[in-house]
C-alpha cells in the first residue's frame, strides 16, 4: 500500500459536517475549542465539503482554523459537487469560492464529491472533473488528488480503470456494512487493498448508529472493556485495517471529541478476541431492523416540507429495537416542534435521490407517521 507519502497525516481526521450549533448557526467559539484541544492532542487532518452546513463548514475553516493555526500545520480536504453544477465553467467558480470561504490558498486533499452509478459519476465525466482536478494540482492548488465513493463495487473498478492518476479514495466503512449489500464496505476495501490504492474512512461510527447498540450487545463490549466506549469499537475496527491514511469523525461536542482522542492517542489494533466479538455483534445487528441511516442530512436541504429526516429516523429506530413509542413519541413532539412532521412527507423523492444510503425515505416517513403523527 502506497501510504509512505501520508504517513504525516493523523489517524484520526476531524470531519466538519456535524458542527456544534447555536441559535441555528455554527458556534464559531465551541468549534475554535474542539480544534485546539484536536490540534494540541498532535492530530492534523480536517475535512469539509462546499455544501456541508449548507456552505457554512467552509466558512469555519476559515474563522476557526485557517486564521488560528500556520498552514503547514494541518491537512485540510474539501469537495467538489457534481449536483451543484450546471456546466464546466462551475468547476472554477465553485473551487475559487471555495478557496475563498476557507482562506486556505490551497488544498491537501481534494475530491470529487460522492461518485456513485448514474448520474453523479456520469456528470463528473460529462464535465470532464477528472481531467480538470489534474491541472489544478500542476497549478499546485491541490496536493492530492481523489473522490468519494458511494457506488457499487462494478463501478468502482470501472472508475480505477479509467483514471490510474487517482492518488486515493474515500470510502464509508465499518464493521455493520462491512458485508451490507448496498455499501458494500468489505468488497470496496478488498478492490482498493488489491490496487495498492490509500483509502480516507468515512461513517466509521455509522453516523452515531455505532455509539449505541442494543443493551445485550452492549454488554457484551462492555464486558470485554468495560472502560471503552461503544464507540470506540467501532473507530478502533476501521483503524486496525491496513492501508488507511486517516479515519473521519464528525464530532459535534467535546464529549465525542474527548472519547476519540482516548482512543486514538496510543492507538489498540483489535485483538483477534475482539474481532470475533465485533462479528457477533455485527451479525446479531445485520439480522435486526435499523435503519441504515447516517445523518448526513442531504435530504434535508432541498426539503420542501423541512422535514428533520435524520432525527426522525432516530426515533424510528429507537420504536423498532425498544418499542417505546410513548417515550418515542415525546421525543418526537419536540424534535418537530418548528420543522415539518413526518406526515407533511409530499413525496417528491428529491430526499431519495441524494440519499447516499438508498434508504427508501418516503416509505419510512409513512411509517413513522403511522407511529407517531397519531391524534
Same mark, same amino acid.
Given at each position: 500500500?502506497?501510504?509512505?507519502?501520508?504517513? !504525516?497525516?493523523?489517524?484520526?481526521?476531524?470531519?466538519?459536517?456535524?458542527?456544534?450549533?447555536?441559535?441555528?448557526?455554527?458556534?464559531?467559539?465551541?468549534?475554535?475549542?474542539?480544534?485546539?484541544?484536536?490540534?494540541?492532542?498532535?492530530?492534523?487532518?480536517?475535512?469539509?465539503?462546499?455544501?456541508?452546513?449548507?456552505?457554512?463548514?467552509?466558512?469555519?475553516?476559515?474563522?476557526?482554523?485557517?486564521?488560528?493555526?500556520?498552514?503547514?500545520?494541518?491537512?485540510?480536504?474539501?469537495?467538489?459537487?457534481?449536483?451543484?453544477?450546471?456546466?464546466?465553467?462551475?468547476?472554477?467558480?465553485?473551487?475559487?469560492?471555495?478557496?475563498?470561504?476557507?482562506?486556505?490558498?490551497?488544498?491537501?486533499?481534494?475530491?470529487?464529491?460522492?461518485?456513485?452509478?448514474?448520474?453523479?459519476?456520469?456528470?463528473?465525466?460529462?464535465?470532464?472533473?477528472?481531467?480538470?482536478?489534474?491541472?489544478?494540482?500542476?497549478?499546485?492548488?491541490?496536493?492530492?488528488?481523489?473522490?468519494?465513493?458511494?457506488?457499487?463495487?462494478?463501478?468502482?473498478?470501472?472508475?480505477?480503470?479509467?483514471?490510474?492518476?487517482?492518488?486515493?479514495?474515500?470510502?464509508?466503512?465499518?464493521?455493520?456494512?462491512?458485508?451490507?449489500?448496498?455499501?458494500?464496505?468489505?468488497?470496496?476495501?478488498?478492490?482498493?487493498?488489491?490496487?495498492?490504492?490509500?483509502?480516507?474512512?468515512?461513517?466509521?461510527?455509522?453516523?452515531?448508529?455505532?455509539?449505541?447498540?442494543?443493551?445485550?450487545?452492549?454488554?457484551?463490549?462492555?464486558?470485554?472493556?468495560?472502560?471503552?466506549?461503544?464507540?470506540?469499537?467501532?473507530?478502533?475496527?476501521?483503524?486496525?485495517?491496513?492501508?488507511?491514511?486517516?479515519?473521519?469523525?464528525?464530532?459535534?461536542? !467535546?464529549?465525542?471529541?474527548?472519547?476519540?482522542?482516548?482512543?486514538?492517542?496510543?492507538?489498540?489494533?483489535?485483538? !483477534?478476541?475482539?474481532?470475533?466479538?465485533?462479528?457477533?455483534?455485527?451479525?446479531?445487528?445485520?439480522?435486526?431492523?435499523?435503519?441504515?441511516?447516517?445523518?448526513?442530512?442531504?435530504?434535508?436541504?432541498?426539503?420542501?416540507?423541512?422535514?428533520?429526516?435524520?432525527?426522525?429516523?432516530?426515533?424510528?429506530?429507537?420504536?423498532?429495537?425498544?418499542?417505546?413509542?410513548?417515550?418515542?413519541?415525546?421525543?418526537?413532539?419536540?424534535?418537530?416542534?418548528?420543522?415539518?412532521?413526518?406526515?407533511?412527507?409530499?413525496?417528491?423523492?428529491?430526499?431519495?435521490?441524494?440519499?447516499?444510503?438508498?434508504?427508501?425515505?418516503?416509505?419510512?416517513?409513512?411509517?413513522?407517521?403511522?407511529?407517531?403523527?397519531?391524534?
Amino acid at each position: 500500500m502506497k501510504n509512505h507519502e501520508f504517513q !504525516d497525516v493523523s489517524k484520526l481526521g476531524f470531519g466538519l459536517m456535524r458542527l456544534p450549533e447555536k441559535n441555528g448557526e455554527i458556534d464559531y467559539d465551541h468549534v475554535c475549542r474542539m480544534i485546539d484541544r484536536y490540534m494540541d492532542a498532535g492530530f492534523n487532518y480536517f475535512d469539509t465539503a462546499y455544501v456541508y452546513h449548507s456552505g457554512k463548514s467552509e466558512s469555519a475553516v476559515k474563522e476557526c482554523l485557517v486564521k488560528r493555526y500556520p498552514r503547514e500545520r494541518f491537512h485540510l480536504a474539501t469537495k467538489l459537487p457534481v449536483w451543484c453544477m450546471k456546466s464546466k465553467d462551475d468547476r472554477d467558480r465553485i473551487f475559487h469560492e471555495q478557496l475563498e470561504r476557507t482562506g486556505a490558498e490551497y488544498f491537501d486533499f481534494y475530491l470529487l464529491h460522492s461518485l456513485e452509478d448514474g448520474n453523479n459519476y456520469n456528470s463528473y465525466e460529462e464535465f470532464d472533473c477528472f481531467n480538470w482536478g489534474i491541472r489544478k494540482k500542476q497549478e499546485g492548488k491541490i496536493k492530492h488528488f481523489g473522490f468519494s465513493y458511494h457506488g457499487t463495487p462494478e463501478l468502482l473498478e470501472v472508475i480505477l480503470d479509467k483514471h490510474p492518476e487517482i492518488e486515493f479514495v474515500q470510502i464509508q466503512l465499518n464493521y455493520a456494512d462491512w458485508k451490507n449489500p448496498i455499501v458494500h464496505s468489505g468488497k470496496l476495501y478488498e478492490i482498493l487493498t488489491r490496487r495498492n490504492i490509500p483509502m480516507i474512512i468515512m461513517e466509521p461510527v455509522k453516523g452515531g448508529t455505532l455509539a449505541a447498540l442494543m443493551p445485550e450487545l452492549e454488554a457484551k463490549l462492555k464486558a470485554e472493556r468495560p472502560d471503552a466506549s461503544i464507540a470506540s469499537w467501532a473507530l478502533r475496527f476501521a483503524g486496525s485495517l491496513d492501508g488507511i491514511i486517516t479515519i473521519l469523525s464528525g464530532m459535534s461536542n !467535546d464529549a465525542q471529541m474527548l472519547d476519540n482522542l482516548n482512543t486514538f492517542t496510543n492507538f489498540e489494533p483489535l485483538s !483477534d478476541r475482539e474481532k470475533k466479538l465485533i462479528e457477533e455483534v455485527n451479525e446479531v445487528m445485520f439480522n435486526s431492523s435499523l435503519i441504515g441511516c447516517t445523518a448526513c442530512r442531504y435530504c434535508c436541504d432541498g426539503c420542501p416540507s423541512q422535514i428533520n429526516i435524520p432525527e426522525i429516523f432516530r426515533v424510528l429506530n429507537t420504536i423498532r429495537l425498544y418499542g417505546e413509542e410513548w417515550r418515542s413519541s415525546n421525543v418526537y413532539q419536540g424534535l418537530t416542534k418548528n420543522s415539518g412532521k413526518a406526515k407533511d412527507c409530499i413525496a417528491c423523492g428529491q430526499c431519495e435521490g441524494v440519499c447516499p444510503q438508498h434508504l427508501s425515505i418516503i416509505e419510512l416517513l409513512q411509517e413513522a407517521s403511522g407511529h407517531l403523527d397519531q391524534e
